[in-house]
């Protein structure tokens, strides 16, 4: 009964329903943190981790679409649908970011002058801040795990926006001492400073999504292992050809190899399945790999 928890859909739904009901909670108190010690940061905060709830229910769908099996009209699978959810999420944490950085702006500007602060709400929304920060780095890392595992980058979207967050709750420690010593323009400063820090994470998100969605190849040293792994075969003359791309999460190839033309139909055949077979074993990622076979002669095209 135990191995059910242990597929892709299944991992997700655990980690993200025990950072939904961690989120959750932690925003109840930030906001009432915020608004008790006057700190505009700290409500901003809590805004952000609210939006981190919402991203994670987003995480939920994704990763379930995603790992239905292929269909008559997805005949590839629905592997993307990962990185739609990674651009969602980036899309929310650039309205989420500009929205606070507005705000802070406009307070800058604005030199609005807060009552005197009360030491025991200022103190409470201090601990509320270092408590966010450990909790928020806690969820950041028990998420990247999981999204490793199980290779998710919807998954791995929202540990990154949980580690924005937390940088988030950094800049409303800030903004609340500065209420705290009588230096209150450092509370929408930090509401500055978080802004910049969520549309860093929502570019680094939306830029890693759209290289999956594109047929972006792989990696240089994940091609070399590949080559590596095609080569020490030596039946094969050449490597004529080898294309990769990632569909999602997975690895696409396409290779042409040179094989001695004295060889029978069944002998290349032979070698191509083997050749197909050691790939997929090796990259675990690999959800297709095509092989073509070509004669060898010392004037054949060829591009490697």
């Known amino acids: 009964m135990r191995k059910k928890n242990t597929t ?7 980690v993200s329903a025990t950072t939904i009901f961690a ?14 010690a006057q700190s505009s940061a700290m409500i901003s905060d809590a805004i952000h981790t609210i939006s981190d709830v919402l991203s994670t229910l987003l995480v939920i769908a994704g990763v379930k679409i995603s790992t239905k099996s292929e269909d008559k009209n997805h005949p590839y699978g629905h592997e993307r649908m990962e990185c739609v959810v990674a651009l969602a999420l980036s899309a929310i944490l650039l309205v989420v970011g500009t929205t606070i950085g507005f ?28 408590l966010s920060i450990a909790v928020k780095e806690w969820m950041y890392w028990y998420t990247i795990k999981a999204a490793k595992q199980i290779n998710s980058s919807a998954l791995l979207a929202d540990a990154w926006h949980h580690r924005s967050d937390a940088l988030s709750s950094l800049g409303s420690f800030i903004g609340v001492l500065g209420i705290r010593i ?7 400063l930090a509401c500055f400073i978080i802004c910049v820090f969520i549309l860093k994470t929502s570019y680094d998100i939306a830029k890693e999504a759209i290289n999956e969605l594109i047929d972006h190849a792989c990696d240089e040293k994940t091609i070399q292992q590949m080559k590596e792994c095609i080569l020490q075969n030596v039946e094969i003359l050449r490597l004529d050809v080898l294309k990769t791309r990632l569909f999602g999460t997975k690895i696409y190839a396409d290779l042409e190899i040179s094989l001695d033309s004295k ?3 069944q002998q290349a055949h032979a070698i191509a399945t083997k050749v197909h077979n050691q790939l997929e074993n090796a990259f675990p990622d690999m959800k297709h790999c095509m092989v073509h076979v070509n004669p060898y002669s010392d004037d054949s095209h060829h591009h490697l």
């Open 8 to 14: 892709p859909a299944n991992i997700a739904i655990h």
């Open 23 to 36: 989120n959750t909670i932690l925003s109840v108190f930030k906001l009432l943190a915020g608004i008790l």
């Open 103 to 130: 705000d802070g702006i406009q307070k800058i500007y604005h030199h609005a002058q807060p009552l005197p602060p009360n030491l025991f709400f200022t103190n409470f929304a201090l601990g509320m801040a270092i």
């Open 182 to 188: 009588g230096l209150p323009f450092l509370d929408p």
């Open 263 to 265: 060889l029978n139909l």
